[in-house]
Structures are given as C-alpha cells and as structure tokens.
C-alpha cells in the first residue's frame, strides 16, 4: 500500500494533458503506466477470488501473448484521468484486503508459476515501484529508495531460474551469491556465502535491473563468474514472456 501511495503522489494533481505525456515504456504515456497497475491488481485479485475466471483470462491473453498487456494498457489509458485514478485507488486496496484473507498454504494463479499470497504481494510491490520509475522521471521527479527494496530484490533472486526458462535457456546448477547495499547502507544478501558466482552492488541498481528500468552498463553492479554476468542481460522479476529492457543511456 505505501508503494501504491508514493506513486499515486506523483499523479494525483496532474493535469489531463500531463498524463498523457510519454514515458520511458515505447508508446506507454503516463496514463498507460496507471492502466496497467489498476488491470495488472483488477487480474490479481480475480486471482483470489474466482481462480477459475482468472483460468479463462488467462486461456484468452495467451492467444496474444506478446500483445496482451499493451493492448490492455491501451484501453485503460482511454479512461478519463479522475476515473482511472479512482479505479486503481480502489483495486489496490481491495487487493490488498482480499491477500491478508487468503489461507496460509494458498497458491494463486498467475501469469508466470503459481504464487503464495506473500509473493503476489511482493509481485504488486514491484510492479508498482517499477512502473512507478516511469511515471516519475515523465513528470521530472523521483521516488526515493527505502527498505521496500528489499522485498523486491528478494523476488529479482528468486525469479533466477524463471528468467532462464522464458528464454528457453536451462538454468544453472549452482546457486548463486547476491550481495546488495540498501539505502540506508544495510547489507543484504542471498544463496551461500562461499558461492563461485557472485553479484553485489547497490540494491537500487539491483532493482532497476531485474525489473528492467536500467540498462546493465549503466549500472553500478559487479559480478564475479561468466553465469553471473550472463544472468544480468536476462534478469527479470516480472512475470510474462521475455522484456525488451532499456538501452543504455549513452544509446538513448
């Protein structure tokens, strides 16, 4: 919820002209970033509480799998601002009520693996932090990083494997170490201490990297073993086919 608010800060007195300036989403102005968070909550909560009709939605989106989630955001940004604000305001917060009531053991269906009500949660965290990025370096302002990194981080770890299989890459072997700095310098990290492969740097850049905000080079992140840094040019926490990325500022 507290990821939803900081976003919906940076919009909330935006003029109707402002939402619809583009962002760094090809063709995805403000108003399809917004779209896209209140269809992406409106799925998951049908995930919760009829999984048979998110089953058949599911069935339908894959008869356009590349196409889909555009072509959704496309008609969600046809929404008059105030309506479409209203609309994500009260999804959000209906999710959020229908998660914490969710049976501990529960798994979700979802777009990619079946989710417990913890990880959908996170999922929407890091979809809101990520499409947040966007919206605000479109109106010239920044989010500023806290602990929430945390949880996001944690999901761009977990993901490893899953980014491999949607590239029809096979997973390796070993796991790996990530070493990350949060924003108020605590230290976090994941897999063994003594792992061959190894990641560390800032958590941000982290973040920015598995949710595809930034490209790798223009990160601060520092890998040790050839499966390592192969991982983060396929890196995704995100759920769906493989993402384009970002191209390197100097390219931009």
Not at 124 to 141: K, Y
Request: net charge negative; glycine share 8%.
């Amino acid at each position: 919820m507290a990821e939803g608010a900081a976003v919906d800060g940076l919009v909330a007195d935006l003029s109707d002209e402002q939402w619809h300036a583009g962002t760094a989403s090809a063709g995805w102005t403000i108003a399809h970033q917004i779209g896209h968070l209140a269809w992406t909550d409106r799925a998951a909560l049908l995930s919760v509480e009829d999984p048979q009709g998110f089953a058949d939605s599911l069935t339908e989106a894959w008869r356009n799998p590349t196409g889909f989630v555009d072509e959704a955001a496309e008609v969600e940004a046809r929404t008059p601002p105030p309506e479409l604000l209203s609309r994500w305001r009260a999804g959000r917060a209906a999710l959020a009520d229908a998660l914490l009531a969710v049976p501990a053991g529960t798994k979700l269906p979802w777009y990619g693996p079946p989710m417990s009500p913890m990880s959908m949660a996170t999922a929407r965290l890091m979809e809101t932090w990520a499409h947040g990025q966007d919206v605000a370096a479109a109106v010239g302002a920044q989010l500023a990083p806290t602990s929430r990194l945390r949880s996001i981080a944690h999901l761009g770890v977990r993901t490893r494997d899953f980014a491999y299989s949607v590239n029809e890459l096979s997973p390796p072997d070993q796991e790996f170490r990530v070493e990350l700095t949060g924003p108020d310098g605590d230290s976090w990290a994941w897999g063994p201490a003594d792992a061959a492969q190894r990641v560390t740097g800032p958590a941000l850049d982290f973040c920015l990297l598995v949710t595809q905000r930034a490209h790798r080079d223009d990160l601060a992140l520092t890998t040790v073993g050839a499966e390592a840094a192969h991982w983060l040019t396929i890196a995704q926490a995100f759920a769906g086919p493989p993402g384009a990325g970002r191209d390197r500022k100097d390219d931009a």
